[in-house]
């Protein structure tokens, strides 16, 4: 790396470092540098296979760092252990949440078998994984991180069923949709994080009754704005097990909102 490169390197993990300090969120220098690293990734990617459409660095920050961490708005990461995260395409909100919370089991799922793919290679190359190296080493995590392909409604049926302290979805399907993909993945008294846009009133209106027949209830709704774009963070907590026929056959909760 040249000297100009790596002076780059340095002021583009302190912007992150300080952009996401807005959050409330610290990083240190070596998560900072991780997220940098990740960033170049998924720009030299998304010149062969169509990640995302944010692909500036500051917009890249704002959109998709510091949108996938406000999730301490409305529940402290540090409180629970298990995290899965639906239809994560490149990675998010997951990836920003595993690094910057190292104690987190993380689990990104997503159907497409080339993004999950993608995602694998981020978490080698920032030794994220949590898995013990010969010399002992987990890169200084106690939680583990993984990608899987599958269908949320294939996948919800097997070992994942009621598993996770909290589900987190972000830019996957209409509320109600999202609510019988995500809800069955959740344990009792666990909960779900939908990261929405700020005018998602009437899909909220829309989704209550399915959420209710899931077993969840809507606890939080935090909006807020990160630069111009408008944002809603919907928090529900699961009170009741998901009746065993939720969620329907692949392809009929979008079909059929409940
Ligand atoms: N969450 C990421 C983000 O915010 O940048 C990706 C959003 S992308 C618009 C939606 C992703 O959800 C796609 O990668 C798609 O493959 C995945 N997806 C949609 N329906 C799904 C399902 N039923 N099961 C698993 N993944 C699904």
Redesign the pocket.
């Known amino acids: 790396m040249s000297e100009q490169d790596n002076l780059r390197e340095i002021e583009r993990a302190e912007y992150i470092e300080r952009e996401i300090k807005k959050t409330g969120v610290n990083l240190t220098r070596e998560q900072a540098d991780q997220l940098v690293s990740y960033y170049d990734m998924i720009v030299e990617r998304n010149r062969v296979m169509n990640l995302?459409r944010i692909v500036d660095f500051e917009d890249a920050v704002a959109k998709h760092f510091v949108d996938s961490l406000t999730l301490c708005r409305v529940i402290d990461p540090k409180s629970v252990k298990s995290v899965l995260d639906?239809?994560?395409?490149?990675g998010?909100p997951g990836v920003p949440l595993a690094v910057a919370y190292p104690h987190l089991n993380v689990t990104m799922?997503?159907?497409?078998g080339k993004?999950i793919a993608f995602v694998n290679e981020v978490i080698d190359a920032l030794h994220i994984s949590g898995e013990m190296k010969s010399d002992g080493e987990t890169g200084g995590r106690n939680g583990s991180v993984r990608a899987v392909q599958g269908?949320?409604?294939d996948l919800a049926r097997g070992e994942y069923r009621e598993n996770f302290d909290l589900c987190v979805?972000?830019?996957?399907?209409n509320l109600s949709v999202l609510a019988e993909?995500v809800l069955p993945f959740v344990k009792k008294n666990g909960c779900f994080a939908a990261y929405k846009a700020h005018d998602c009133d009437e899909e909220l209106e829309g989704a209550r009754k399915g959420i209710r027949i899931l077993g969840g209830e809507i606890e939080k709704i935090d909006k807020f704005s990160i630069g111009d774009a408008g944002r809603c963070l919907i928090l529900i907590r699961k009170i009741h097990t998901t009746p065993a026929r939720y969620p329907r056959k692949a392809g009929v909760p979008s079909k059929q909102p409940l």
Do not use: H
């Open positions: 995302t639906i239809g994560t395409g490149a998010f799922l997503d159907s497409v993004k269908r949320a409604e979805s972000r830019a996957v399907a993909y």
